[in-house]
């Protein structure tokens, strides 16, 4: 597909600077899938987005049962970076000092002064086990920090380290005890991913690696958090043409039911936020950039619109009551474009 000239960033690379950088980050992308097949057993489409989240300074919010490899996910993603890992296991008596860090008081010789020590969240890779399990002020502990980087304390304005990316995980099935996330947070996560099953030869698989030998140890294949800084500013430097924007803001559209969208004004109440196309237009961009092109097609962003958007719908009671998922709503909008 041929669309009209692209729209250049400010700061954008010429084509043979981005072609040579697209190429080297193939090649690393390639190495750590193998470093990542040594411990994963499938679940292809959860790791390509999470390494897009990752390079886009997203964030992802994961839905599957208990078992699925999401911590081992995220600890070999880790070491693959060289990145510093940190995981919390959300519970209804979580305070949020215990994500961010508190002031204690430190003696010394016959004075004494407060000093801030750092909670979970200073880190490179945070796992926010079963999110839902903690209450609305435990979560939202992690607005700051997932929108600006940075946590405030006591007053005082903390840089998070870079990158920073959330992956939080939360269990469709067991409902008791659990809070729902604020639309706020929802609206944070770049990602929302549902997490299958393995199959049958998938277990088997897996059965084979986790009842034998211990796990092989991964090798770090980034040589540091740097070149992950790099490629955050080289993705965001992919021109998209004006047209495909024009798809992508026609697509946000659609899912407010004031737009005539059929499909909106029967089972949506409120649509998609502006968030919803900034992510729209990064994850396009970072598959362009996975699958070794320059520029954004159509089918980028008809891609990764599911995981972008269903999670940023609220739904209507007649949706609910049909049973009506949002991806499937996402995906009828998308039929109704096209």
């Known amino acids: 597909m041929h669309d009209s000239a692209p729209s250049q960033p400010p700061g954008a690379l010429d084509e043979a600077e981005l072609r040579r950088t697209v190429d080297e980050f193939r090649e690393v992308m390639t190495a750590i899938r193998a470093e990542l097949g040594k411990v994963m057993v499938g679940q292809e489409v959860v790791i390509t987005r999470l390494l897009m989240s990752l390079f886009l300074q997203g964030h992802v919010l994961l839905e599957g049962v208990p078992g699925l490899g999401k911590t081992l996910l995220l600890k070999s993603l880790a070491d693959c970076l060289g990145l510093d ?37 200073f880190t490179n890779l945070l796992l926010a086990d079963e999110i839902n399990r903690a209450t609305p002020k435990t979560q939202s502990a992690l607005l700051e920090a997932m929108q600006e980087r940075q946590v405030t304390s006591a007053g005082t304005t903390r840089q998070l380290p870079r990158p920073f990316m959330v992956m939080a995980s939360q269990n469709p099935i067991e409902m008791e005890g659990t809070y729902p996330l604020p639309e706020a947070q929802l609206d944070r996560f770049m990602f929302k991913l549902e997490v299958p ?14 009842t034998g030998a211990p796990p092989p140890r991964l090798n770090q ?44 004004r029967k089972f949506i109440r409120f649509g998609a936020s502006p968030r919803g196309m900034q992510a729209l237009v990064l994850a396009a961009k970072a598959r362009a950039f996975l699958v070794g092109r320059t520029s954004v097609i159509r089918d980028d962003l008809i891609d990764v619109a599911q995981s972008c958007l269903q999670h940023r719908l609220i739904l209507n009671f007649e949706a609910e009551s049909a049973g009506v998922r949002p991806a499937a709503v996402v995906e ?5 474009l096209r």
């Open 85 to 121: 890992c940190k995981r919390v296991q959300f519970t209804p008596d979580l305070m949020p000092a215990d994500i961010l860090g508190t002031r204690i008081f430190q003696q010394e010789g016959g004075s004494g002064s407060f000093q801030f020590e750092a909670g979970p969240v």
């Open 221 to 264: 294949v980034v040589p540091s958090p740097e070149h992950v800084s790099r490629w955050i500013g080289v993705i965001r430097a992919i021109p998209i043409a004006r047209p495909l924007l024009d798809y992508a803001a026609k697509i946000i559209v659609a899912t407010h039911p004031e737009s005539g969208s059929v499909v909106a």
């Open 197 to 210: 099953m393995p199959d049958q030869l998938e277990l088997v698989e897996i059965a084979v690696r986790t």
């Open 332 to 336: 009828q909008v998308l039929r109704e």
